[in-house]
């Protein structure tokens, strides 16, 4: 195998990979997420001219949920594709219920009628007549997978729907849904720190011939040795998640410095060689990136060209051994399946 290749400033075609047994994208995809949610106040200028030069750079897969805002995320990413649209696979989700009127408001509504409903609203929030890639948010644990499905396969025949998915979800859900109708992805977050996956839902993904699409591959930046938690603002949510509270931040700190080392050593930043993990881990994986700023996309999408020596995976894994990071994904699990 080649070495591992070193950042540089121009920027390369982006490899191509496939997503289930139809569609295929850009190996590395835009998360829009903190475009409009979560993170803090996005600059919401900055964020449509990220959009667009990712796509201008060769990234086709664009991810949104209808949850994100609430609802304005959506018509973010309709507007920054105006022009664009032919070019891209507009990704998004549905399951997760918000209010405009209350932030804080979350639920789950996985019933037959909410997902047509939901679905028609992401239509015209987006500008699209079609959506690529739809998926399941969330399982509601109320509504047998099957019916959620069933419902998704009907959006399907209509034609508002290409393809469709899961996300955060167990084996055995995937296999109920898989059942009713070809699940081309699920989307979870996979990373150096966060490799549940590996467990029991890729392999049953991979029976299936369905692909994964990786959320969250730098750690939500923590990977980076960027990410300063005291300059995080007051609503940005990553200051709840366990794994960055002070209880468990210092180990999860020599972590990153490992990282970091090794990263240096190699020619390349730490979010390359986090990147460069997560697309080593099969040509059915898809990371997505969520940068909200153009600066970090030509460092990002250089990932894509890495290719680690079996030597130096070894010496990455043996630095950051998997179930090494202190705490939890989330403070509590009610929203993940299982």
């Not at 959506?131 to 509504?143: A, C, K, W």
């Not at 029991?200 to 699409?213: F, K, M, N, T, Y």
């Not at 005291?230 to 960055?244: E, H, I, M, V």
């Not at 990002?300 to 890495?306: E, T």
Request: proline share 4%; hydrophobic share 45%; with cysteine.
């Amino acid at each position: 195998m080649a070495e591992a290749v070193p950042y540089r400033s121009s920027v390369r075609p982006v490899p191509r990979r496939r997503l289930g047994r139809d569609l295929s994208c850009s190996a590395v995809g835009l998360g829009c997420m903190g475009m409009s949610d979560f993170y803090g106040v996005a600059d919401r200028a900055e964020s449509i001219r990220t959009i667009r030069a990712a796509v201008d750079a060769g990234i086709t897969l664009l991810d949104t949920a209808d949850v994100y805002g609430p609802f304005s995320n959506e018509r973010l990413l309709g507007e920054a594709l105006r022009g664009r649209r032919d070019r891209v696979l507009v990704s998004t989700k549905a399951g997760q219920l918000r209010r405009a009127d209350d932030p804080a408001y979350r639920g789950l509504d996985g019933s037959p009628e909410h997902i047509h409903r939901a679905c028609d609203a992401s239509l015209e929030r987006l500008g699209v007549e079609t959506i690529d890639l739809y998926l399941l948010h969330r399982v509601d644990r109320r509504v047998p997978v099957e019916d959620s499905i069933g419902a998704m396969a009907e959006l399907v025949t209509a034609g508002k729907v290409r393809s469709i998915g899961l996300s955060e979800v167990r084996a055995a859900t995937l296999r109920r849904a898989a059942a009713v109708h070809p699940v081309s992805v699920v989307q979870t977050e996979y990373s150096l720190w966060s490799r549940e996956v590996e467990d029991e839902v890729l392999p049953a993904l991979r029976e299936l011939g369905g692909s994964l699409i990786a959320y969250a591959p730098l750690g939500r930046g923590f990977l980076t040795g960027r990410l300063d938690i005291a300059k995080l603002s007051n609503d940005d949510y990553r200051r709840g998640l366990p794994r960055l509270l002070p209880e468990n931040l210092g180990r999860n700190e020599v972590l990153v410095r490992r990282l970091a080392r090794l990263a240096e050593a190699w020619g390349l930043t730490p979010a390359q060689l986090a990147l460069s993990w997560v697309l080593d881990r099969g040509d059915d994986v898809v990371a997505l990136m969520g940068t909200t700023r153009r600066s970090h996309l030509a460092e990002n999408l250089a990932a894509a060209a890495v290719t680690l020596t079996a030597a130096q995976a070894a010496e990455l894994e043996a630095a950051f051994p998997a179930d090494a990071a202190a705490g939890d994904r989330y403070a509590s699990r009610a929203t993940i399946d299982g």
